[in-house]
């Protein structure tokens, strides 16, 4: 990122940069206005992606962006491509944000900040580029962008100037790279109204006391570890989830939580195998992950902006031994087990 700031500080001193190759074949293009039409707001970044590499001569550094996004299938890979696509033709992104080297040494310093969130993030893409200027959203729309907000901004830059597409064009395109027509996310407590168990406090007739342990996480440790404490506290209103004879004794969540509060969240099975670690959703009572999940919805954790996304393995009574595949309590390699990514 560094070196980055580096590049655009002297593209902004008059060093030379990429030459723009322009045009792109309308025929292509109306396929792509077609593609956007017909296919779901969640896969609009892929399929605009796809389409302006088939239809358009993209500047280089565009261009082998949106191969690395498409490459991967990954739309969280679009963040860096958009800072690759910076990086690489610094002055398209001077003339893209306004804001230039400034813009980008804040990005930097935010990284990693468990204060700044997606909402945080885009606000900050918004007001150091001025995107108003490419009138494709509002500031609240924007505020909506996911991980292809710089990418977008400077791809609109080049549709707009270079490619001289029309307005709407743009506007479609922008759009569809921010990820701002995908449909809005459904929570935890979206998904999960209410436990199924129809308990109004108390313990239910068979609950038995549980265990929460931190089996692993991508974010920052001292977050990760807030959070599971939290859940430690809640052990009794999920203990009562486990009533059921058929209940396991042992099985692992996945949450991610932000702002305050679990917005993902899942019952996995985590079994690693050598340097292979394999995540499978469990197989479990579907009354079961109803229950814990719409509880764990509506515990109350710290709130900080950044999603963290967290392991945890729960567990009945004692925890149990490491079984043959190298799992316990659920989770690969027990409570250092290696499921996800460390932020220290």
Same mark, same amino acid.
């Given at each position: 990122?560094?070196?980055?700031?580096?590049?655009?500080?002297?593209a902004a001193?008059?060093?030379?940069?990429?030459?723009?190759?322009?045009?792109?074949?309308?025929? !292509?293009? &109306?396929?792509?206005?077609?593609?956007?039409?017909?296919?779901?707001?969640?896969?609009?970044?892929?399929?605009?992606?796809?389409?302006?590499?088939?239809?358009?001569?993209?500047?280089?550094?565009?261009?082998?962006?949106?191969?690395?996004?498409?490459?991967?299938?990954?739309?969280?890979?679009?963040?860096?491509?958009?800072?690759?696509?910076?990086?690489?033709?610094?002055a398209l992104?001077?003339?893209?944000?306004?804001?230039?080297?400034?813009?980008?040494?804040?990005?930097?310093?935010?990284?990693?900040?468990?204060?700044?969130?997606?909402?945080? /993030?885009?606000?900050?893409?918004?007001?150091?580029?001025?995107?108003?200027?490419?009138?494709?959203?509002?500031?609240?729309?924007?505020?909506?962008?996911?991980?292809?907000?710089?990418?977008?901004?400077?791809?609109?830059q080049w549709?707009?100037?270079?490619?001289?597409?029309?307005?709407?064009?743009?506007?479609?395109?922008?759009?569809?790279?921010?990820?701002?027509?995908?449909?809005?996310?459904?929570?935890?407590?979206?998904?999960?109204?209410?436990?199924?168990?129809?308990?109004?406090?108390?313990?239910?007739?068979?609950?038995?006391?549980?265990? %929460?342990?931190?089996?692993?996480?991508?974010?920052?440790?001292? %977050?990760?570890?807030?959070? %599971?404490?939290?859940?430690?506290?809640?052990?009794?209103?999920?203990?009562?989830?486990?009533?059921?004879?058929?209940?396991?004794?042992?099985?692992?969540?996945?949450?991610?939580? &932000?702002?305050?509060?679990?917005?993902?969240?899942?019952?996995?099975?985590?079994? !690693?195998?050598?340097?292979?670690?394999?995540?499978?959703?469990?197989?479990?009572?579907?009354?079961?992950?109803?229950?814990?999940?719409?509880?764990?919805?509506?515990?109350?954790?710290?709130?900080?902006?950044?999603?963290? !996304?967290?392991?945890?393995?729960?567990?009945?009574?004692?925890?149990?031994?490491?079984?043959?595949?190298?799992?316990?309590?659920?989770?690969?390699?027990? %409570? /250092?087990?290696?499921?996800?990514?460390?932020?220290?």
């Amino acid at each position: 990122m560094k070196s980055g700031v580096a590049a655009i500080m002297a593209a902004a001193l008059g060093w030379a940069s990429p030459v723009h190759a322009a045009a792109c074949d309308e025929a !292509k293009l &109306a396929s792509l206005d077609r593609g956007l039409t017909e296919m779901p707001g969640d896969l609009h970044l892929s399929v605009a992606g796809a389409g302006l590499v088939e239809a358009c001569r993209l500047p280089p550094a565009l261009d082998k962006a949106f191969r690395k996004v498409l490459m991967t299938g990954e739309d969280s890979f679009a963040r860096l491509a958009g800072a690759s696509a910076a990086e690489g033709d610094p002055a398209l992104f001077l003339s893209a944000c306004p804001g230039g080297p400034r813009v980008m040494a804040d990005a930097a310093r935010r990284f990693g900040d468990p204060r700044v969130g997606p909402r945080e /993030e885009a606000l900050a893409w918004w007001d150091g580029c001025r995107v108003e200027r490419f009138a494709v959203a509002t500031r609240e729309e924007w505020s909506r962008a996911g991980a292809g907000a710089l990418l977008a901004i400077v791809t609109a830059q080049w549709l707009r100037e270079t490619a001289k597409l029309s307005p709407a064009r743009v506007r479609t395109y922008t759009r569809a790279l921010a990820g701002l027509d995908a449909p809005a996310k459904r929570t935890l407590a979206d998904r999960y109204p209410d436990d199924g168990l129809g308990v109004a406090g108390g313990r239910a007739a068979g609950a038995a006391a549980i265990e %929460v342990a931190l089996s692993d996480f991508e974010g920052a440790s001292d %977050v990760a570890d807030e959070y %599971v404490a939290t859940l430690r506290t809640e052990r009794a209103r999920l203990a009562d989830c486990f009533a059921a004879p058929a209940a396991p004794k042992a099985l692992s969540m996945r949450l991610t939580i &932000a702002d305050g509060a679990a917005q993902e969240g899942e019952l996995v099975r985590i079994s !690693k195998s050598g340097s292979t670690t394999r995540i499978d959703h469990l197989d479990a009572d579907p009354r079961l992950e109803r229950c814990l999940l719409a509880r764990v919805a509506r515990i109350r954790f710290k709130t900080l902006a950044a999603p963290t !996304k967290i392991y945890v393995a729960v567990t009945r009574g004692t925890q149990p031994a490491l079984a043959p595949d190298g799992v316990a309590g659920g989770v690969a390699g027990g %409570v /250092e087990g290696g499921a996800g990514k460390r932020k220290r």
